[in-house]
């Protein structure tokens, strides 16, 4: 083929490409991979297994192989005798399909909706709901990421949500989303507070109270110590810059932007809109029961973790 007809036929494919959905964009890109060589998920999991085989039932290290059932080993414990297998108690437990795991992976990776997922996995829609939420559940919560250097924090409010149930557990009328909240009271919002340093560490746990002690239970271990804190006005910022013997920057109700020039909360402000906009738009709200596992994603997002990253934190 010479140059000008390869050319050609490149520019074909582009063009049909851009008008292509996320959904059928994927497909192409797994038909794309499918040329290449291909880990399987067992191969992904066995190794996390093997560093620190134990009984999921008693916790007991004295293991002995069981079998296979497939292609996947099974063990029976010397202590409890119980047997199982890698997966059993973790969130990949009695999962089907693992031969498509990676890929479903892949669309979290670009942040697909439940229906674009399932019809780049050829799978149910309850299907891919459930394992949007397997895939989450082990880092629902866990915010350990250490911050250091330049650190900025907020905290925002979302409207609490039923998203889902038949019956609201509220004694009021159902709620049409985006409305029928007073933004100037924090009844019926939910607190989450976001902390992001300059190396792109990130925290984001959602809040009891919108307290100085709670915002202090929730951030002040994630500090490193001699660090520069960057906050809005909030005096509960000031006493736990103080407890870390942290530089403290405050930026009060935005007659102050930027302090020196480098000083300021504009990415941690910006990544609060990132997730209100997905959370509110693309995802069109979710439950407050979930919540933490949207949060999850969105640092499995920050981070930029690929296919094989994600099941990895998935497997916990």
């Known amino acids: 083929m010479n140059t000008k007809s390869f050319v050609s036929k490149l520019n074909r494919i582009t063009k049909q490409l851009s008008s292509m959905t996320p959904a059928q964009r994927e497909i192409v890109h ?47 414990c010397k202590g409890c005798h119980k047997t199982f297998n890698n997966k059993t108690k973790t969130p990949f437990s009695r999962l089907h399909k693992s031969h498509l795991w990676e890929d479903y992976a892949r669309c979290m990776q670009l942040k697909l909706t439940l229906r674009e997922a399932a019809e780049v996995c050829g799978i149910n829609l309850k299907t891919a709901f459930l394992w949007r939420h397997r895939f989450l559940v082990a880092q629902a919560g866990k915010n350990d990421d250490k911050l250091s250097g330049i650190i900025e924090v907020d905290e925002f409010f979302l409207a609490y949500s039923e998203k889902g149930s038949n019956t609201l557990a509220e ?17 019926g919002q939910v607190a989450v507070l976001l902390s992001i340093d300059r190396s792109n560490h990130m925290i984001n746990p959602m809040l009891a109270a919108d307290t100085t002690a709670e915002i202090a239970a929730n951030l002040a271990e994630n500090i490193t110590e001699h660090s520069v804190l960057c906050s809005d006005g909030s005096w ?43 959370i509110n738009g693309k995802m069109k709200g979710v439950a407050t029961k979930y919540l933490s596992n949207y949060l999850a994603w969105f640092r499995e997002s920050n981070a930029k973790l690929d296919k094989q990253q994600i099941l990895v934190a998935a497997y916990g």
């Open 236 to 278: 509960s910022y000031v006493v736990i810059a103080k407890q870390k013997h942290c530089d403290h920057k405050r930026l009060i109700n935005g007659e102050i932007r930027v302090i020196d020039e480098v000083y300021h909360i504009q990415t941690v402000n910006g990544a609060i809109a990132n997730f209100k906009g997905w």
């Open 171 to 187: 004694q009021r009328q159902p709620r049409k989303r985006g409305g029928g909240i007073d933004k100037r009271t924090k009844h």
């Open 30 to 76: 797994q038909s794309i991979q499918a040329l290449e060589a291909e880990i399987s998920t067992d191969e992904i999991i066995q190794p996390l297994f093997d560093l620190s085989p134990q009984c999921p039932h008693c916790e007991s290290t004295q293991l002995k192989k069981w079998g296979k059932s497939g292609a996947i080993q099974r063990y029976r």
